[in-house]
């Protein structure tokens, strides 16, 4: 039979060997675990360099379309001055003209009121001698 020192020194081997077992254990599973993660970086760094492009390329479009409106911006503003001067020679000329009183009659045309806030031409010119 064996003796109880080669118990004792095979319990402490088997000790030791459990100890290192799960020791190896632990370690591997830590190493998947940065491997994963690993993973996971790569896959988000790749994803937000998709977004970036997405979003200059959606910079650049908004850019042009900006561009693109400017001119009908600028050709609405041109056709609602040319509007607004017909319509006041038109209202100037109804103060003498029969039929031009009878289109603003029919049409409703009338000059609009200034923007609250805003004086009127008399009164900027008292504020201003004050």
Avoid: C, H
């Avoid at 041109?78 to 001067?85: G, H, K, L, N, S």
Wanted: proline share 2%; hydrophobic share 35%.
């Amino acid at each position: 039979m064996s003796s109880p020192e080669s118990t004792s020194s095979n319990s402490s081997n088997y000790t030791l060997f459990l100890l290192a077992l799960a020791a190896s254990v632990f370690l591997g599973a830590q190493l998947g675990a940065v491997q994963r993660g690993s993973e996971t970086m790569r896959w988000q760094q790749a994803n937000s360099e998709k977004q970036i492009e997405s979003l200059k390329d959606s910079k650049k479009r908004f850019a042009e379309a900006i561009v693109k409106r400017d001119e009908q911006v600028k050709q609405s503003g041109q056709v609602q001055t040319q509007y607004t001067a017909l319509f006041n020679d038109l209202l100037d000329l109804s103060k003498t003209d029969e039929d031009a009183k009878k289109v603003v009659q029919k049409w409703g045309i009338q000059r609009q009121a200034p923007a609250e806030g805003a004086a009127k031409p008399d009164e900027k010119k008292a504020s201003e001698t004050k």
